[in-house]
């Protein structure tokens, strides 16, 4: 079975531009959560999104959105860049069968360098 | 936002060691996972616990749900060089499909 994927792998933008990543989640999971990895800040928690609805949020600010697709294919954009937005941002899939015992599997992430 | 507590930060040890490290928490989770990222990739998922208690094994790895709920430890026995890397626990509670994640041990294993 394949793994979560996610691409692009490297991005680099410019302050106040916009960008979106894309997470594919394993076959049959339907749960895709994101998080942002930072050497400062360490694994923090972005949103999740289970049947195309988000169902948890952390404390982003509203630059930060998601969305997810039918087939649970999700995507997260960042608008109006910071410096501060550059990051590992790892997307995360599990079968969502009951909450608070789910194992969530990891993509490779996406490397945004913000300039 | 809250995070777990784990030690040791980072470990220098000689191939052969066996490593133990643990993280605990103020608040109670349903289940403790245990992860490792190489640079430049996404955490790969080690041992996953359920239940209170629990002791689980995944080859020369090791893991407990500690009895509280808030804390948990891993082992790694007879290291060997390919276990280099940084160690996350995580941790789910009852905020939804929502990880915690300990700051990270990093291991460095010298032949």
């Known amino acids: 079975k394949a793994g979560v994927t996610q691409t692009p792998r490297y991005l680099i933008k410019t302050r106040g531009q916009q960008v979106t990543l894309s997470c594919s989640p394993i076959?049959?999971?339907?749960?895709v959560s994101w998080y942002q990895q930072t050497p400062g800040q360490g694994l923090q928690f972005l949103f999740e999104?289970?049947?195309?609805?988000?169902?948890n949020k952390g404390n982003f600010p509203g630059r930060f959105s998601g969305r997810q697709f039918s087939n649970s294919r999700s995507e997260m954009n960042v608008s109006t860049l910071e410096l501060g937005d550059s990051a590992l941002y790892l997307c995360?899939?599990?079968?969502?069968?009951?909450?608070?015992?789910?194992?969530?599997?990891f993509g490779p992430g996406t490397r945004l360098t913000v300039l | 936002g809250q995070q777990l507590n784990q030690s040791p930060q980072s470990m220098f040890i000689q191939e052969g060691e066996d490593v133990s490290m643990n993280c605990t928490s103020s608040?109670?989770?349903?289940?403790w996972l245990w992860y490792k990222q190489d640079p430049g990739e996404g955490p790969v998922l080690l041992i996953a616990?359920?239940?209170?208690?629990e002791l689980t094994s995944n080859g020369r790895l090791t893991a407990q749900f500690g009895i509280t709920r808030k804390d948990s430890f891993l082992n790694i026995s007879a290291s060997i060089p390919s276990d280099v890397g940084i160690y996350f626990c995580?941790?789910?509670?009852?905020?939804?499909?929502?990880?915690?994640f300990g700051g990270g041990t990093r291991l460095m294993v010298k032949p």
């Open positions: 995580a941790g789910l509670g009852n905020a939804g499909n929502m990880l915690t």
């Open positions: 999104y289970f049947s195309e609805t988000q169902r």
């Open positions: 616990l359920y239940k209170a208690g």
């Open positions: 608040s109670i989770f349903n289940t």
């Open positions: 076959s049959g999971h339907r749960s």
């Open positions: 995360a899939s599990s079968l969502a069968s009951t909450r608070g015992t789910d194992t969530q599997y």
